[in-house]
């Protein structure tokens, strides 16, 4: 079975930032805010890339993330990011979308698996001509999305993180090689500097 990914979530285009800017010399409440670069391949929310954001009045909540929200970007690759609890309460902005399941069929980390697949981007970025390549939300509305059974979306998940979890380990592998072959090729050359 499959239903359309507007049967089974809402999607909230993110906040034009320009509409709530607070001005200098006005009272501003401040945020972090995500952008283009704070989205990530493999998942992930880059926190050193956020930059502070100052609106003139509170954000309504449906343009800030919350735990268990999946954050896209609204050009390819779209690299969706299943917002933990960590990563609360960050304003999202228009070249974003935020992603609420409302459909109990549907687990979040599973939607955020299955729009991550490269298929998905080249199916949904083939009818746009732009240069930049962007992605309309309707779209994204009309994805199909299969319904599996929710024991086969949790046992996908945990292939899922097991593998990123394992790429992570690799990549720390790597820098600790790099970082000893460096000590060895500086202690081989010693003093011998010109």
């Known amino acids: 079975m499959e239903k359309k990914l507007s049967d089974v979530a809402i999607l909230q285009s993110g906040l034009v930032l320009s509409r709530k800017e607070a001005r200098i010399g006005d009272d501003a409440i401040e945020y972090k805010r995500l952008n283009l670069r704070s989205v990530e391949a493999g998942g992930k929310i880059n926190l050193s890339t956020l930059e502070a954001y100052f609106s003139k009045s509170e954000i309504p909540s449906a343009q800030l993330t919350k735990k268990n929200d999946i954050v896209i970007r609204l050009l390819d690759p779209l690299y969706p990011v299943l917002i933990g609890k960590s990563e609360e309460g960050l304003v999202v902005p228009s070249q974003l979308a935020i992603i ?68 992570q380990l690799y990549h720390e592998l790597i820098e ?14 010693g003093g011998h500097h010109e």
């Open 100 to 167: 609420r399941v409302t459909n109990n069929m549907v687990l979040p980390a599973f939607l955020c698996i299955f729009l991550s697949r490269p298929a998905i981007s080249e199916k949904l970025t083939a009818e746009d001509t732009h240069a930049f390549r962007t992605i309309s939300v309707g779209a994204i509305l009309n994805t199909k999305i299969p319904i599996l059974p929710l024991d086969t979306q949790n046992k996908l998940i945990e292939v899922y993180n097991v593998n990123n979890r394992r790429i």
């Open 176 to 189: 600790q090689e790099q970082l000893y072959t460096d000590l060895v090729i500086e202690k081989m050359i």
